[in-house]
C-alpha cells in the first residue's frame, strides 16, 4: 500500500526565518510526486510536479526537491502571506493512478 | 482561480437526508475527480469519471453516488446522511484519463456540515 507521511505536523516560522518541510513515500515505483499548497476551507492549489530523483522545481519563495525516497519542500525568506498548509502527494505506477497525499504541514509565519 | 467551480459553497442539512454537490471541470477537462477532506482523515480520494465513465473507486461510502453528464459536469449524490459525512467535499479536474504524472487541479470545495 502506498504511503506518505509528511513532517512536521506542524511549524511555525519568524519572517525571514527559512527551513523545510518533509514528505517521506512509499510506493512500489513512483510515476509523479505533487505538492500542494491549501489555505484553511479552500481547494488545494497546484505548486509541483517532480517525476525523478535529482529533480527540482522553484517558484518564488519555495523550491521542491526529490529523492528516492523523499521529498523536501524548502521555504526561503518566507513571508507571512506563505501561511498555510502544505500538501504532498505521489502516483505510483500502474493501477488507477489515483494520487494518495499525506496529511499536510501547516505552516504559520509570524510577522 | 483554478478553473474548477463547484457549487454550493455551503450546505446544512439533517441527518437522514440526501443532498447533491456539483461540480464543473475546467475547460477541456474530460476526468473529474471527487475528494472528501475531514479534520480527522485528511485528504480521501472517493471517485473519478473520464469522459462520462466511472474509472476509479476509492474509500466511497454505498450511501454515496456520482455521474459525470454528456457536458461533462459531474455530481455527487449522498444520502441517508450522518453526522459523520460533515466535512469539505472537493472536485478535481484533470485534462485527460488520469494518466501517469497528469496534474490535478481543485475547486474551491463545497462545506457539508449534517446536524
Known amino acids: 500500500e502506498d504511503q506518505v507521511t509528511q513532517s512536521p505536523e506542524a511549524l511555525r516560522l519568524q519572517e525571514g526565518e527559512s527551513s523545510s518541510l518533509n514528505c517521506s513515500y512509499t510506493?512500489?515505483?513512483?510515476?509523479?510526486l505533487f505538492w500542494y499548497r491549501q489555505d484553511p476551507g479552500k481547494g488545494p492549489e497546484f505548486l509541483f510536479t517532480?517525476?525523478?530523483a535529482g529533480e527540482e522545481k522553484e517558484k518564488e519563495r519555495l523550491k521542491a526537491t526529490l529523492t528516492k525516497k523523499e521529498s523536501f519542500l524548502h521555504i526561503t525568506a518566507p513571508k507571512p502571506e506563505d501561511s498555510a498548509t502544505y500538501l504532498c502527494?505521489?502516483?505510483?505506477?500502474?493501477?488507477?493512478?489515483?494520487?494518495?497525499f499525506g496529511r499536510g504541514t501547516s505552516l504559520i509565519v509570524h510577522p | 482561480d483554478s478553473g474548477v467551480t463547484q457549487t454550493p459553497k455551503h450546505l446544512i442539512t439533517a441527518t437522514g437526508q440526501r443532498v447533491t454537490l456539483r461540480c464543473s471541470p475546467r475547460?477541456?477537462?474530460?476526468?473529474v475527480y471527487w475528494y472528501q477532506q475531514s479534520l480527522d482523515q485528511g485528504l480521501q480520494f472517493l471517485i473519478q469519471?473520464?469522459?462520462?465513465?466511472?474509472?476509479a473507486k476509492g474509500n466511497i461510502l454505498e450511501r454515496f453516488s456520482a455521474q459525470q453528464f454528456p457536458d461533462l459536469h459531474s455530481e455527487l449524490n449522498l444520502s441517508s446522511l450522518e453526522l459523520g459525512d460533515s466535512a469539505l467535499y472537493f472536485c478535481?479536474?484533470?485534462?485527460?484519463?488520469?494518466?501517469?504524472?497528469?496534474?490535478?487541479?481543485f475547486g474551491p470545495g463545497t462545506r457539508l456540515l449534517v446536524l
Open positions: 478535481a479536474s484533470s485534462a485527460a484519463s488520469g494518466g501517469a504524472q497528469e496534474t490535478q487541479y
Open positions: 469519471y473520464y469522459n462520462g465513465e466511472e474509472r
Open positions: 502527494a505521489v502516483q505510483a505506477r500502474g493501477g488507477s493512478y489515483i494520487p494518495t
Open positions: 510506493v512500489s515505483g513512483l510515476r509523479g
Open positions: 475547460s477541456g477537462d474530460l476526468s
Open positions: 517532480l517525476y525523478s
